[in-house]
């Protein structure tokens, strides 16, 4: 166990449809990743928080968005859903905001029909 | 945007080799970061490197941080079969507006056969 959670780890949903994956860093990390992994690709960075606020934007799309809560977990929403976005979805939690040494979570896997 | 050239993609060997696999970029890093990812799993950290010309093992495995910081490469001594998934190298840079920024190479995946 990592200590990163993510839920949920499958998620089986239909085109046009929004899901909201969540995520808990390890315990004491600020700063949250969220990357996208299609398959037998490698890791896409999307986006960034730290203690709350946006740090980094990666290549999100404009249907997607995140937050990071008060209470530090946070959610990425995905709306609009298409074929395409069927992948892996990580969260990684770090202490700071130097993106160093990243603690990823074992995924929640989206499956669009 | 920037990108790390990884290679190769995959690997198919016998048990008991060695392995060895690496990262170049054009651009310089200042961390170099080597994960690997179980099937299923997320990835997880295995070695990180901080000093250009660094060589830093964790058991049977070694990597060294290349003296451009533009490479850098990962060994595996005598693998075994829980050797097997994928590992990704990650190179760390400060951008332009100050921020920190990793990035991930594709991926080598690896196979053994026993």
């Known amino acids: 166990d990592s200590g990163v959670t993510q839920t949920p780890k499958h998620l089986i949903t239909a085109t046009g449809q929004r899901v909201t994956l969540r995520c808990s860093p390890r315990?004491?990390?600020?700063?949250v990743y969220w990357y996208q992994q299609s398959l037998d690709q490698g890791l896409q960075f999307l986006i960034q928080y730290y203690n709350g606020e946006e740090r980094a934007k990666g290549n999100i799309l404009e249907r997607f968005s995140a937050q990071q809560f008060p209470d530090l977990h946070s959610e990425l929403n995905l709306s609009s859903l298409e074929l395409g976005d069927s992948a892996l979805y990580f969260c990684a939690s770090s202490p700071d905001t130097g993106a160093n040494v990243l603690t990823f979570g074992a995924g929640s896997r989206l499956t669009v029909l | 945007g920037q990108q790390l050239n990884q290679s190769p993609q995959s690997m198919f060997i016998q048990e008991g080799e060695d392995v060895s696999m690496n990262c170049t970029s054009s651009?310089?890093?200042?961390?170099w970061l080597w994960y690997k990812q179980d099937p299923g799993e997320g990835p997880v950290l295995l070695i990180a490197?901080?000093?250009?010309?660094e060589l830093t093992s964790n058991g049977r495995l070694t990597a060294q941080f290349g003296i451009t910081r533009k490479d850098s490469f990962l060994n595996i001594s005598a693998s075994i079969p829980s050797d097997v998934g994928i590992y990704f190298c990650a190179g760390q840079r400060l951008t332009i507006q100050g921020a920190q920024k990793l990035v991930f190479g594709q991926g080598t995946r690896l196979t053994i056969n026993p």
């Open positions: 315990s004491g990390d600020l700063s």
């Open positions: 490197l901080y000093k250009a010309g």
């Open positions: 651009s310089i890093f200042n961390t």
